[in-house]
């Protein structure tokens, strides 16, 4: 079956710092990757979907600056949460689409970030 | 946007029980269905979906029901097992981006 990868799979960094996350399809093209953010016995929520080669499209209350998205190509998408503070500390997920079955999403194994 | 609500938040039943779960939507616009099992600190599985265009669909102890019309979608496990215990997310799709519910903790007994 198809296999999405997250890197790293937790993360410690300081206040300020900015920390990279990565999603990478390992068997298929993605052409759409989503990112979730899942706070402690919380559901997912979507933060933004992100299509290859193009700008990603925010969900509401999102702050784009914040959370830094880019998909360059077909089966790698990074989340940068930039001057992270403590209370980005958070589950994040990311899952991929392929287009043959844009219905399924196979979803990463998540990254665990602590900001203190 | 979508919104999706899930009930209950919690859920404990005696192994070999049925368990019940349910969701409701708001976006008639919602045309997928799938539904996700959860265990701690690792990724959501899927374990069932359903199609606008279907009422029903089991998949042995698995069931999930649409009511389109009313917009809530159920999903049904029978003679639950002690394996069966995590968190469960329904999930409604609108131009293929997925919207879940809060989740349910499902504590199956032994």
């Known amino acids: 079956g198809a296999v999405v990868s997250q890197h790293p799979s937790r993360v410690i960094c300081k206040s300020g710092t900015s920390v990279k996350i990565e999603c990478r399809s390992l068997d298929f093209q993605a052409t759409t990757m989503f990112w979730y953010r899942q706070f402690p016995k919380q559901s997912l929520m979507l933060m933004a979907t992100?299509?290859?080669?193009?700008?990603?499209?925010?969900e509401q209350g999102v702050e784009k600056d914040k959370f830094l998205i880019n998909h360059a190509s077909l089966t790698l998408s990074t989340l940068t949460v930039t001057s992270a503070h403590p209370e980005d500390s958070s589950f994040y997920i990311c899952?991929?689409?392929?287009?043959?079955?844009?219905?399924?999403?196979?979803f990463g194994p998540g990254t665990r970030l602590l900001v203190l | 946007g979508e919104n999706v609500e899930q009930h209950p938040s919690t859920l404990s039943v005696q192994e070999g029980d049925s368990a019940v779960i349910k969701c409701t939507y708001s976006d008639s616009a919602s045309n997928y269905f799938p539904w996700y099992k959860q265990e701690l600190g690792k990724r959501p599985q899927l374990i069932i979906d359903?199609?606008?265009?279907?009422g029903e669909k089991k998949d042995q102890r698995i069931a999930v029901t649409l009511n389109k019309t009313a917009k809530h979608f159920s999903l049904h496990i029978t003679e639950t097992q002690p394996e069966d215990s995590a968190v469960y997310f329904c999930a409604a799709t609108v131009f293929n981006k997925f919207y879940f519910g809060s989740g349910t903790k499902l504590n199956v007994k032994p």
């Open positions: 992100s299509n290859e080669g193009s700008k990603a499209t925010y």
């Open positions: 359903i199609r606008s265009n279907v």
């Open positions: 899952s991929a689409r392929e287009r043959a079955s844009p219905e399924t999403q196979y």
